[in-house]
């Protein structure tokens, strides 16, 4: 495996909290379509790991922009990125 296999495997997951706990089984579907590893965390929260972005940064805006979209179908919930 090259130099960007191992940076890769440095990500960490990312961890979002949702207000509305009914909603998180759907919040996970939504990273599996986008071909991200989705696993419930707690109660209230998911962890997201973004396989194919190269940095931590850039799977930062991919979950963020994940969320933004999620967000605009669910107004009555908030889904928080969590650092």
């Given amino acids: 495996m090259g130099s960007g296999g191992s940076e890769r495997s440095l990500l960490r997951p990312l961890r979002v909290r949702v207000s509305d706990r009914r909603l998180l089984r759907e919040l996970l579907d939504v990273f599996r379509r986008a071909e991200c ?6 109660a209230d929260s998911i962890e997201v790991y973004v396989p194919r972005a190269p940095s ?3 799977a930062r805006r991919e979950v963020e ?7 605009t179908r669910h107004p009555e919930a908030t889904a928080e990125l969590l650092d």
């Fill in 37 to 42: 590893v989705a696993e419930q965390a707690s």
């Fill in 56 to 58: 931590p940064e850039q």
């Fill in 65 to 71: 922009a994940y969320l933004s979209t999620w967000q």
